[in-house]
């Protein structure tokens, strides 16, 4: 087995425990936000519809995301991103491959550090064939 092979591999593995899917009233969430997001996405291995989302903090480490249809909730390990340029409000930004979205990093709020997802063996494998773009969708409370 090729060594980049048993990467890719291994790195499904992980994110597969880090994407934990969620009943509705099963977590605590603070500092909630409302996110419209006009495309179907994935975070983790979990496809989610485009819609209205409800993105918020459950530790330092983790974002809880739950569509506000009453559907799908998810929770997602992150890691910590910027520490520069302070962001002027809340907003997620995707990565873009073709059709498919990937959830790439969430900013709550006016701050200069938010949270980065960390990137599946799917969007791996398609940033090494395709280009990258980005789509920025603000949020509101």
Known sequence: MKVSTLFILSASFLLAALTIPLHA?????????????????????????????????????????????????LVAL?????????????KLVFHRYGDRYFLSEAWLGKSDTGRQFFASAEEIELARTQSQQRLTVAGNQ
């Not at 936000?33 to 983790?44: A, E, H, K």
């Not at 890691?79 to 409000?89: C, F, H, K, T």
Request: without cysteine; proline residues 5%; charged residues 15%.
């Open 78 to 90: 992150t890691a910590q991103a910027g520490g520069g340029i302070a962001v002027q409000g809340p």
């Open 25 to 73: 009233q099963s977590a605590n969430v603070s500092g909630t936000l409302r996110f419209s997001i006009p495309v179907q996405f994935t975070v983790g291995t979990e496809k989610l519809p485009a819609g209205d989302y409800i993105v918020g903090s459950l530790s330092d480490n983790s974002i809880r995301l739950q569509n506000r249809d009453g559907g799908k909730a």
